[in-house]
């Protein structure tokens, strides 16, 4: 396995994710464009550019970096975190019909509901990672 053809196809894409913070910050912030949803995508692209970046660059120079990229890598944890992630996508999705199907009667208002679904999706994804790492 080649490591550090991963490790640059990540930098490549930490590159990727700092210009598109930079080109919505400006679209935003400079040109009054969407200012909402563009300073939104700013925060979310700009300091996982960054960090990417820092850690791949740090991945480059040290290797007990590149062990840990290679274990991510590795056959067995690409299969459990495809899996986990099959996983947690359905019950997210008969979470949200669910909830959809009962929202009359439950009366939770929206921003709630968000609130909820954005803690419930990362929950069960890292659950099935965790649980599905002990079956295999």
């Given at each position: 396995m080649n490591v550090e053809k991963f490790i640059k196809k990540d930098i490549r894409f930490s590159l990727i994710f700092i210009m598109i913070g930079?080109?919505?910050?400006?679209?935003?912030?400079?040109f009054d464009?969407?200012?909402?949803?563009?300073?939104?995508?700013?925060?979310?692209?700009?300091?996982?550019?960054?960090?990417?970046?820092?850690?791949?660059?740090?991945?480059?120079?040290k290797p007990e970096m590149r062990k840990n990229i290679e274990l991510e890598k590795e056959e067995r944890n690409i299969f459990i975190n495809t899996k986990a992630g099959y996983t947690a996508f359905w019950l997210s999705?008969?979470?949200?019909?669910?909830?959809?199907?009962?929202?009359?009667?439950?009366?939770?208002?929206?921003?709630?509901?968000?609130?909820?679904?954005?803690?419930f999706m990362p929950v069960a994804y890292f659950s099935l990672v965790i649980y599905y790492h002990k079956k295999y």
């Open positions: 930079i080109v919505a910050g400006i679209t935003g912030f400079i464009y969407q200012k909402g949803i563009m300073s939104g995508m700013t925060i979310g692209f700009l300091p996982t550019g960054i960090v990417m970046l820092v850690l791949y660059k740090y991945a480059l120079k999705y008969f979470y949200i019909f669910i909830s959809i199907i009962l929202y009359n009667t439950i009366k939770i208002p929206f921003l709630h509901f968000l609130k909820i679904t954005i803690i």
